[in-house]
C-alpha cells in the first residue's frame, strides 16, 4: 500500500489593535509593571521546544517508507499465495496431484506435491525407459516361467514378443508380467553398459539411479512392476512432483516410445501365437483429446493413480499428476484438473 498523504491546514489569525486609554492611577497605588521571564528561562524553554519538533520529525520520518521502497519478499509471496486461482473451485479425491504448463515448465496447481506415495504401474514408465537404452526394439524377448509367476499371469510361458510390442501391451495393458519378461531380458544390457551396478536386480539398480539423476527425490523402486510387495510394503514409493518431471522426461527424449498409451486399443501379440485385442486401462482417453502419452496405477497400497501429458493446444504440453485416489475417482479426478487447465489457458489475462 502507499503510504496515505496527509493535508495539513494552518488557520490565519486575524488581530486587530484598538487604543485605549489607561486610567488614572490611585495616588495611593503605584503602576504593578510586568516582569520579562530572565534570558535564561527563555534560552531553557526555547531549546526545549526545538528539541520537540525535531524529535517529532524524526519519528514521522522513521515510519515512513523510503521513496522506491518494495514490500518484502514474505508479503509478496503472502499476496501470490492469497491471489484467487481458477483451481480454488476444484476438489479432487487423489492424495496428491501436480499440474505443469512443460511449454515454460509454470506449474498451475499443486496438491501435497511432495507427499510421497505408492506409484502402483506408473513404475512401468521407468523401466520402459531403462528397457529401451539396452535392448533393441526389433529384438525378441521370451516369457520366461518366473515371470509369469511374479507377474500373476496375463501372458503364457514360451511366448516370443517382439519388444516394441511387449512394451506396448505392457503400458497399454499394464501387465505386470510383460514388465517381469522385460526386466529379465534387459538384466544382462544394463550390466554390460553400466559395469557398475550389481550382479543381480542390475535393472532395479539403474531405475533408482535414473530416478536420482532427474532429481526425482521421494522416488524408490523396490520391482519392476510397481506391484505391492506386501500388505504394507509398495513396489514403489514416489511424489505427483517427481512423476511430472518424469514424463517431462520422456516426452522430450523419447515421446514415440509411449505413443501407444494414446490409443484406446490395440491388437497385439507374441510371434509364435495369435494376437488379441488389448484395451486401455486409462478410461479417461475418450474425454481428453490429444493424449500424447498416460499410465495407470492400481494396487490395494496405492488406490487409483493417473499420470497424463496431452497438448493444451498447438504444440502446448501439459502435464497431470494425481496419486492417492481411487479406481474410478482418478479419472474423474484428471478430467477435472485438464477441463480447468483449459478454461485458464484460453482465458485472457486479467479476465480470471
Known amino acids: ?34 516582569k520579562a521571564p530572565p534570558m535564561r ?30 514490500a518484502p519478499e514474505a508479503q509478496v509471496a503472502a499476496a501470490e499465495i492469497a491471489k484467487p486461482s481458477i483451481f480454488d473451485a476444484v476438489t479432487i479425491s487423489g492424495k496428491g496431484a501436480y499440474v505443469v504448463d512443460a511449454s515454460n515448465d509454470t506449474v498451475l496447481y499443486a496438491k501435497n506435491p511432495d507427499a510421497q506415495l505408492p506409484l502402483a504401474s ?41 519388444v516394441r510390442d511387449l512394451i506396448d501391451y505392457m503400458l497399454i495393458a499394464s501387465s505386470n508380467t510383460a514388465a517381469e519378461a ?21 535393472v532395479i539398480w539403474r531405475m533408482n539411479r535414473l530416478a536420482a539423476q532427474l532429481g526425482m527425490n521421494s522416488t524408490y523402486f523396490l520391482n519392476p512392476s510397481g506391484l505391492d510387495e506386501s500388505v504394507t510394503q509398495a513396489g514403489a514409493l514416489g511424489s505427483a ?41 486409462n478410461e479417461a482417453l475418450a474425454s481428453i483429446p490429444h493424449i500424447y502419452m498416460g499410465k495407470t496405477g492400481l494396487t490395494d497400497l496405492a488406490g487409483g493413480n493417473l499420470a497424463i501429458a ?7 504440453p501439459v502435464i497431470v499428476i494425481v496419486l492417492g485416489s481411487t479406481q474410478e475417482g482418478r479419472f474423474a479426478d484428471v478430467t477435472s484438473l485438464v477441463e480447468t487447465t483449459d478454461l485458464l489457458l484460453n482465458t485472457p489475462p486479467g479476465t480470471q
Open 1 to 34: 500500500m502507499e503510504p496515505q498523504q496527509e493535508q495539513k491546514q494552518e488557520a490565519s489569525i486575524e488581530t486587530e489593535f484598538h487604543y485605549v486609554p489607561e486610567p488614572a492611577p490611585a495616588p495611593q497605588e503605584s503602576p504593578r509593571l510586568l
Open 41 to 70: 528561562q527563555m534560552l531553557v524553554g526555547g531549546t526545549f521546544l526545538a528539541v520537540s519538533i525535531v524529535s517529532g520529525m524524526a519519528l514521522v520520518v522513521a515510519y515512513l517508507p523510503p521513496l522506491g521502497h518494495k
Open 122 to 162: 506408473i513404475t512401468k514408465v521407468v523401466l520402459t525407459l531403462v528397457v529401451a537404452d539396452v535392448l533393441p526394439m526389433e529384438s525378441t524377448v521370451r516369457v520366461s516361467s518366473d515371470a509369469v509367476t511374479k507377474g500373476g499371469g496375463g501372458l503364457t510361458y514360451g511366448e516370443e514378443w517382439r
Open 182 to 202: 522385460l526386466a529379465e531380458a534387459a538384466e544382462a544390457g544394463i550390466r554390460t553398459k553400466y559395469p557398475e551396478a550389481p550382479a543381480e536386480r542390475a
Open 241 to 281: 512432483k517427481d512423476i511430472a518431471t518424469l514424463f517431462s522426461y520422456a516426452l522430450r527424449t523419447n515421446r514415440e516410445l509411449f505413443a501407444g498409451t494414446s490409443r484406446e486399443f490395440a491388437t497385439l501379440g507374441p510371434l509364435n501365437a495369435p494376437k488379441r485385442d488389448v484395451h486401455n486401462t
Open 310 to 316: 496431452y497438448d493444451a493446444g498447438e504444440n502446448h
